[in-house]
């Protein structure tokens, strides 16, 4: 075989090689689909989770978040509901509960994944790391307490 005829082997075998390698399914570092599922990689209950109220089941929308560094993906869960409802998912996910209550407006930690404007002062606030996950969740004080939980992954 001379030297022209093994680089268009090479050149056509290249491509079916590298498919071969990707077999559809999404990796470890893959951003789950929806809300149960990125607050479960942080090790948090899904949302609705130990309410016996007997209450609809709170539905939670789900955006992209700030990716930085060596982030594989960045999510933020938002969701509402009757306080009970809320401090049930609270239980559930913080046993003992949230202790930690914001200052002020717009502390660091929150701006820095949720924006400005969605922590204020009063709102309870909890940060943690689940293996190569990361959270930070703000629980309003609403009569109907909104929940924004930011979820990222590292090791892109």
Not at 7 to 20: I, V
Request: include cysteine; charged fraction near 25%; aromatic fraction near 4%.
């Amino acid at each position: 075989m001379n030297r022209r005829s093994a680089l268009l082997l090479t050149a056509a075998a290249l491509p079916a090689l590298l498919l071969a390698g990707c077999d559809g399914a999404p990796g470890e570092d893959a951003a789950p689909a929806d809300a149960a599922g990125i607050l479960e990689a942080a090790g948090l209950a899904a949302p609705g989770a130990g309410a016996s109220d007997g209450a609809p089941p709170t539905e939670a929308t789900v955006e992209d978040g700030v990716l930085k560094d060596d982030e594989a993906w960045s999510k933020v869960v938002t969701f509402s509901g009757s306080a009970e409802q809320i401090e049930a998912w609270v239980e559930a996910s913080f046993p003992g509960g949230i202790e930690s209550m914001a200052y002020k407006d717009d502390l660091a930690v929150a701006v820095e994944r949720l924006g400005e404007g969605v922590q204020k002062k009063g709102d309870r606030l909890a940060e943690g790391v689940e293996g190569s996950t990361a959270f930070v969740v703000v629980v309003g004080q609403e009569a109907e307490p909104v929940v924004h939980a930011a979820v990222r992954r590292t090791g892109r």
